[in-house]
């Protein structure tokens, strides 16, 4: 636990002077991130195999969902929250890019919230605990519902610029995050051009749009979020972490490694989540691989003796 120091904390106004609801405008933009994508899902099927969803569509879904997930897994969350590794400007400028396409946050946004999460794991002011939400079955279900995508209509917590003030400190940094609007417009771009390109044909566009772009961003959506809501209710607590954090096999796996989320709060500076050797990791993985082309360095770990020591 002494690792959770590293991370920057910022002292709490009261609850009281806190808003109950989010602006408007912020409630309205909410509402469409989670439910356009929910659109494409919609309309997915009708491009079925064959005749609106081919091997192109197949390679953009696939493709998009990887770079992107690892500019969350990889980028925002493992490098510019935690900073278990260091890299390059340019390699943190193409992260924060890829992971800005995933459209779960401008990147500072993103950083300072999950640091605070971090900071009050499971208290009444964790950004996005599913405790504290009730009793029983129902009281679960609220907690899950608002873990996963119902604290996006909450106003930000005061104070939120503190916890990043590293970063923001960096102009590229800086540049990276305000141009959130652009990385959104690329990440529906790319795919639809590709898709375009490709195929030659203007149907290849449109379905390189839906499968690329929007069922892509539905699926990194959920299964990002759901280490918010999944990972704090259900699978193995091998690590005293001092929160409701779980270790979850299923995310392990389709979060490319981010599913190992007790072992992340209970050695939150650690590069690797999966600590264990059945516990796949990809998101390690890569950062390994870019440590061998000289594309990462200063990668943390958790030393044995602490590993023994946290755990149950
Ligand atoms: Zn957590
Ligand atoms: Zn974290």
Same mark, same amino acid.
């Given at each position: ?11 709490l106004?009261?609850r009281?002077? #806190? ?14 991130? #989670? ?16 005749? %609106?969803?081919?091997?192109?569509? &197949?390679?953009?879904? &696939? ?11 990889? %980028? ?22 890829? $992971? ?7 990147? &500072? ?7 605070r999460?971090?900071?009050l794991?499971?208290t009444p002011d964790d950004p ?29 917590p ?15 940094? +800086? ?11 690329? $990440? ?6 590709? $898709? ?40 193995? +607590?091998?690590? +005293? ?10 995310? %392990? ?20 989540? %999966? ?23 200063? #990668?943390?770990?958790?030393? +044995? ?8």
């Amino acid at each position: 636990m002494a690792e959770v120091a590293e991370i920057r904390t910022v002292d709490l106004p009261p609850r009281d002077t #806190i808003p109950k609801r989010a602006p408007i405008a912020v409630r309205v933009a909410a509402f469409l991130v #989670i439910t356009l994508p929910l659109l494409g899902v919609v309309a997915a099927p009708f491009f079925v195999w064959g005749w %609106g969803f081919h091997w192109v569509d &197949l390679g953009l879904l &696939l493709g998009m969902y990887g770079l992107t997930a690892i500019g969350i897994t990889v %980028g925002f969350h493992r490098l510019f929250v935690h900073r278990s590794y260091e890299t390059y400007t340019w390699v943190k400028f193409i992260l924060a890019a890829l $992971g800005s396409m995933a459209v779960v946050g401008s990147l &500072l946004n993103w950083v300072a919230q999950h640091r605070r999460h971090h900071q009050l794991s499971d208290t009444p002011d964790d950004p996005h605990s599913p405790h504290h939400h009730g009793h029983g079955v129902l009281g679960m279900l609220r907690g899950f519902t608002y873990a996963h995508l119902g604290w996006f209509f909450m106003p930000d917590p005061p104070g939120l610029d503190h916890y990043v003030k590293d970063l923001s400190a960096s102009r590229a940094m +800086r540049i990276a995050s305000t141009l959130f609007p652009l990385w959104i417009g690329l $990440g529906l771009g790319i795919p639809a051009v590709l $898709g375009g390109l490709i195929t030659g044909t203007w149907g290849g566009v449109w379905t390189g749009l839906i499968w690329g772009g929007l069922v892509r961003i539905f699926l990194v959506h959920h299964v990002t979020w759901s280490v918010n809501s999944a990972c704090h209710l259900w699978g193995m +607590r091998p690590y +005293r972490s001092g929160d409701e954090s779980r270790n979850n096999f299923l995310l %392990g796996i389709l979060a490319l490694g981010e599913g190992w989320h007790n072992s992340h709060h209970a050695f939150p500076t650690s590069a690797r989540h %999966g600590l264990r050797w059945w516990q796949p990791d990809t998101s390690y993985y890569i950062i390994r691989m870019m440590s061998f082309v000289g594309l990462a360095w200063n #990668i943390k770990l958790p030393s +044995r003796a602490a590993q023994d020591h946290a755990h149950r």
